[in-house]
């Protein structure tokens, strides 16, 4: 059996760290609060915009705008594949980086040539696990690519699809993706990839029952193709921010769950703990006791 | 009863106005133009700049920033980046931030970097403008 000193230090240390999962779990349902407001607040935007823009695509007539461009010239293994990945700046939160950084793994498996990959990974996690991974290959993860995922702002979705809508028209990259994790219900994550750019129709025109509907071509002023290059920018930040929202929402409530779990359990060690350090406690108290009826004992023999 | 039409209007933080509309006034990028119930299906792009819209024979106004609308036989959707009411606006925020692009359009920027802060001092300025031409 352990002794006392042991087992006392042990249930002081499990203490100490019962204090700070306490507090994470106090701070992180607090931030949860707000993500979930930002959450509520963002959501009929996120739906309705790409709600809109699929009926705007089903109206478009065919336009040669180089977002549409899928580059068909070139092959499959020669294709640049940007991911934007939104994972968490800090650990502590269960299985919420694991899973996301696993899902990556599974996006980049499919990826025909890994050299033809880049990533622009939201969070420290992320960007930590991938420049440790491929540290021989320079420009695997983007170097400038520094954006924290607490608190998302319009303003930084709009600076992150700048970002990439100039390296896609520039031809630094072909395909652009994201990966996030999308809650689907307040207990249940799923980590999701949604393809940016190019843009595709075929995405977007699907009738409910599979039949080629004819729809009436809206008129856009000046021409789709302004309102095309226009539009599509703003799609894509909109996107880029509500995955945000959505992954900053998620990362928390991870972090609270995985945080009251620690909690629990730091407690139930400690009543383990206690239990054994009483234990031990009695057995040496028993211990001494007998010592001394012996030790009177044989004096009174004698 | 004017004829009305279904308005959305949604700001990426909130709902801003949902209901009924009688007409419509938007800027958009050549200049401004009014819908009236039963336009024709129509999609452009709003720059920054001022909305209003007619409820019960009465305007109203809003300052709105960088989005879109779609209008539909029966409905119109306004989708922007931000969406306030003449007295919402945060008139000394919306001071700093032109006094912050003014100063930084003053240093050497990138072409890039020069478009944003052009673009943010277009949002302070319309703030500007709008919450002091409808709220006294």
């Keep these: ?19 700070i999962t306490n507090a994470m779990y106090l701070m992180s349902s607090s931030k949860l609060k707000k993500a979930r407001k930002a959450l509520e607040a963002t959501d009929p935007y996120f739906y309705k915009l790409q709600e809109t823009v699929i009926s705007i695509l089903e109206h478009t ?13 070139i092959p ?15 650990g502590l939160c269960g299985s919420y980086n694991h899973n996301i950084l696993k899902h990556t793994e599974a996006e980049l498996a499919k990826a025909p040539d890994i050299d033809n990959c880049y990533l622009f990974v939201m969070g420290q996690v992320g960007r930590m696990y991938f420049q440790k991974r491929n540290r021989n290959k320079e420009n695997f993860v983007d ?10 702002t319009l303003y930084r979705a709009r600076d992150i699809a700048e970002l990439v809508l100039e390296k896609f ?12 994790t999308d809650m689907i219900t307040s207990s249940q994550f799923e980590c999701t990839t949604v393809q940016l750019l190019p843009f595709e129709r075929r995405h977007f025109s699907v009738a409910p029952d599979g039949s080629l509907k004819k729809l009436p071509k809206a008129s856009f002023s000046p021409s789709p193709e302004e309102v095309m290059s226009y539009l599509i920018p703003q799609f894509a930040k909109g996107v880029i921010y509500g ?38 406690r009695q057995a040496a108290i028993t211990q001494e006791i007998t010592e001394v009826v012996g030790g009177a004992n044989s004096l009174e023999e004698n | 009863m004017a004829k009305t039409f279904h308005l959305e209007i949604i700001a990426a933080d909130r709902i801003f106005y949902q209901g009924e509309c009688e007409h419509l006034v938007i800027t958009a990028i050549d200049g401004l133009m009014g819908i009236l119930p039963g336009h024709e299906p129509l999609v452009t792009c709003l720059p920054t700049g001022e909305l209003k819209y007619m409820t019960n024979g009465k305007w109203h106004y809003a ?44 240093q050497k920027q990138s072409i890039k970097e020069y478009y944003q802060t052009q673009a943010a001092l277009n949002r302070a300025m319309n703030r500007l403008k709008i919450s002091q031409k409808h709220f006294k």
């Design chain 1, 61 to 73: 007539p065919h336009t040669r705008q180089q977002y549409f461009d899928r580059r068909e010239e």
């Design chain 1, 143 to 152: 170097a400038e690519f520094v954006y924290t995922t607490q608190n998302p």
């Design chain 1, 1 to 19: 059996m352990a002794n006392m000193r042991e087992i006392r230090e042990r249930i002081a240390s499990i203490q100490q760290i019962l204090k």
């Design chain 1, 76 to 90: 499959e293994d020669k294709r640049k594949k940007g991911y934007i990945v939104i994972t968490a700046d800090k």
């Design chain 1, 243 to 280: 995955a945000m929202v959505e992954a900053f929402c998620c990362e928390q409530q991870a972090r609270m769950t995985a945080m009251d779990a620690a909690t629990t359990s730091a407690k139930d060690m400690i009543k383990e703990l206690s239990l054994l350090y009483n234990r031990a």
């Design chain 2, 63 to 106: 300052a709105i920033s960088e989005g879109f609308i779609q209008v539909l036989p029966d409905k119109a959707v306004i989708l922007a980046d931000s969406c306030e009411l003449p007295e919402e606006i945060d008139i000394k925020r919306a001071e700093e931030a032109k006094e912050r692009a003014q100063e930084q359009l003053r």
């Design chain 1, 169 to 180: 028209e520039k031809g630094d990259l072909d395909e652009v993706y994201l990966i996030y």
